[in-house]
């Protein structure tokens, strides 16, 4: 919010600069946030093609599986709380661009919540003080189905598949979190330390590999474990 008013929108309901700045910073850092919103093995096994999950580094306001989705739905009505709960009586004084937000769609229930979001608040902060940040949200902007479009698809960076990968991600990346001492290097050392722990990092390519009832019966024990761990 400046001024009152919601910096993702402009009068014409379009995003701002600053939206598509946030959007490109939340590209930027992607692959290396799945390391405090992926955390556990089965957490990946969502995050596989045409499942409506993300599994490229990419944003859209018209595809449900794109990586960053931005809602339509605050864009052309206000009040919506009324409209979806009958039993909100009382509207809310707001602009009709008030609520505009973007989702990150990557993340799980398995998230190291105050990590990711610190993490996301730094990703945001990355992308409105780099102007590059503008370039990487128009070359990653993704319209219809991106598995049906073979060349977008090659174009688009891929999400880590495994908790491994992740690790991987994180610690060539870590100096984006580092950076003004607001994670400490014990905190990254931890959590790839841990991810790297879950030693998964063929496991999808395993599952694709079996018969279908021996994949369901991987799939629930790796489920199974993770449940039973935690």
Known sequence: MKDGHNVMTGKDGALTDPARQVIGGLCHYAGSLTAFGNTVSSAYLRLVPNQEAPTRICWSDLNR?????????????????????????????????????????????SA?????LAGITMAAQWGLTH????????????????????????????????????????????????REGIFPAGVIDYMVKMLMGEKDEHMNEHLVDLPADD????????????????
Not at 132 to 150: C, R
Not at 215 to 230: D, F, G, N, S
């Open 112 to 116: 190291i919540i105050h990590l990711l």
């Open 131 to 178: 102007p590059e940040s503008l370039k990487t949200a128009e070359d990653l902007y993704a319209h219809g189905n991106i598995f049906k479009n073979q060349e977008l698809l090659d174009r688009l960076p891929a999400l880590p598949t495994s908790c491994v990968s992740s690790a991987r991600r994180l610690q060539e990346k870590r100096e984006l979190y580092e």
């Open 65 to 109: 599986s794109a990586m960053i989705r931005v809602p339509l739905g605050w864009a052309g009505t206000s009040n919506l709380a009324c409209r979806l709960n009958p039993q909100q009586i009382e509207e809310l004084e707001e602009s009709r661009e008030s609520r505009q937000t973007v989702e990150l769609r990557s993340p799980d229930g």
């Open 215 to 230: 994949r369901l019966h991987e799939t629930r024990r790796i489920m199974h474990a993770v449940l039973h761990r935690h």
